[in-house]
């Protein structure tokens, strides 16, 4: 008997990509037309060192997004090149502190110190690298004549472009002989019979598929809901954001010829704005802009529908280039030709919302994969950042059984 996945995003494709070199066979399910085009393809692929999670004191966190980051490059090497890796990757990020931020500068770089010091120990216990880098950058403070800003920080954290890991990973799964893929099939209840577990799906009338040996739920936004449906509710409490961001296209001439260093406006005002080089394409979000759907729910994860998108790409803009004043470059050339947005949900264990210093949005170190009933796995990303880890650990599990 084979095994099934559900969801084609980052973690179930390389769950599918694991299970199927250890000579398993593998049916993979994709709701959407294509594997690799929802949160896993609409990100902006931060490896976070859990920078930004400074205000969860427990510091688990940090500690959480650090040691999953050291496992994010080993983990995709054995699908991507090395040579192709570094393609992908894109430079450091400044963080930004703007007046308006939860904490104070000074905060803020007391936790960065915290986090060098462990990230340093990881490295050096583990024998790891972050991404590669031989000498980690140290965080460096800065003064700045941004009158919005308190403060600015050069960092080591990097990022990969998650388009272009999209594009390998699919090649990958699509050329895999013991995977086969089944796009367009959105699974509606998982169910058992005989020790053996079924799908059902929605055609020209209901179908169920199986026999399968194990199941693993990678439906990510779609994950608590399917596993409700299958007889598994799970009733803590959690926090859908819908975030989108703009991407730019021939970005470097939009920007004048100088595209910004890649940054994080943090605590409070967030948002990103990065530059890959090698496609010369620029990201960015502005989260007063960019959140447009939060809910303790998500009975769809169909995104919402955004009215004015040329006014979101502006604004977006014009939101961003109060941290950043190289962005006044775009609000004059407006290259809207060239913009698009994209987005997705985000799926935390949460009750409100980011602006409140309380939320368990500040946190996120709880989540990975959980058997559910024998040989029925459910797997919680929690970020890019851990997909590959996460994925590599249920791995390891759903071949144990
Ligand atoms: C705008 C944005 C920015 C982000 N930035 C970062 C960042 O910089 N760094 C970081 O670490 N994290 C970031 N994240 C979080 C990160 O994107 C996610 O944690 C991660 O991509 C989730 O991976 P996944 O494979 O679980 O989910 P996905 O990539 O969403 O894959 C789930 C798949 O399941 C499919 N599916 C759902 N329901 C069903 C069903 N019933 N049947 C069949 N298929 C189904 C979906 O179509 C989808 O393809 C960001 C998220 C967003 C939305």
């Known amino acids: 008997m084979s095994i099934s996945v559900v969801g084609g995003g980052l973690t179930g494709c390389l769950i599918a990509l694991e299970l199927a070199e250890s000579g398993r066979s593998v049916v993979l399910f994709e709701k959407e037309a294509e594997i690799l085009t929802r949160a896993s393809y609409a990100n ?63 905060a803020i770089e007391a936790h960065f110190n915290l986090v060098m010091q462990y990230l340093k120990e990881q490295v050096a216990t583990k024998s790891a690298s972050y991404l590669g880098q031989g000498n980690l950058q140290p965080v460096v403070r800065s003064g700045t004549d941004n009158t919005n800003l308190q403060a600015r920080f050069s960092t080591p954290e990097q990022g990969v472009w998650p388009a272009a890991i999209a594009q390998k990973i699919r090649e990958c799964v699509s050329l895999h002989p013991k995977i086969e893929v089944r796009v367009g099939t959105a699974i509606s209840k998982i169910r058992s019979e005989r020790n053996a577990w079924f799908v059902t799906f929605e055609a020209s009338d209901l179908r169920d598929e ?35 961001g703009v991407v730019l296209k021939n970005a470097r001439a939009a920007f004048g010829g100088e595209p910004p260093r890649n940054s994080t406006a943090v605590l409070g005002a967030f948002g990103d704005s990065v530059y890959h080089s090698v496609e010369d394409t620029h990201y960015c979000s502005w989260y007063p802009v960019g959140m447009c759907f939060s809910s303790t729910d998500l009975a769809k994860d169909e995104p919402p529908r955004i009215d004015d998108p040329e006014k979101a790409i502006l604004k977006t803009w014009k939101g961003y280039s109060a941290m950043d004043t190289t962005f006044e470059a775009l609000l004059s050339s407006k290259p809207l030709e060239n913009a698009h947005i994209v987005g997705d949900f985000i799926a935390a264990r949460a009750q409100s919302d980011i602006q409140d210093p309380q939320s368990k949005l500040h946190e996120r170190h709880s989540y990975g994969s959980v058997e559910l009933a024998p040989g029925y796995w459910s797997v919680e ?20 059984r």
């Open 44 to 106: 902006e692929g931060k490896i976070h060192l859990g920078f930004v999670y400074a205000a969860d004191t427990s510091f688990r966190t940090a500690k959480r997004m650090i040691d999953d980051a050291l496992q994010f490059r080993p983990v995709l090497e054995r699908w991507i090149s090395s040579r192709e890796f570094d393609e992908m990757l894109y430079d450091r990020f400044d963080y930004l502190v703007p007046n308006s931020s939860m904490l104070s500068a000074d």
């Open 210 to 244: 199986g026999p399968f040996d194990q199941i693993v739920n990678c439906a990510w936004a779609g994950r608590r809901r399917l596993d409700a449906a299958s007889g598994f509710p799970d009733d803590g409490e959690w926090f859908y954001r819908y975030k989108f």
């Open 381 to 400: 990303t929690g970020k890019y950042t851990s997909a590959a880890r996460c994925a590599h650990e249920c791995s390891q599990r759903v071949r144990g």
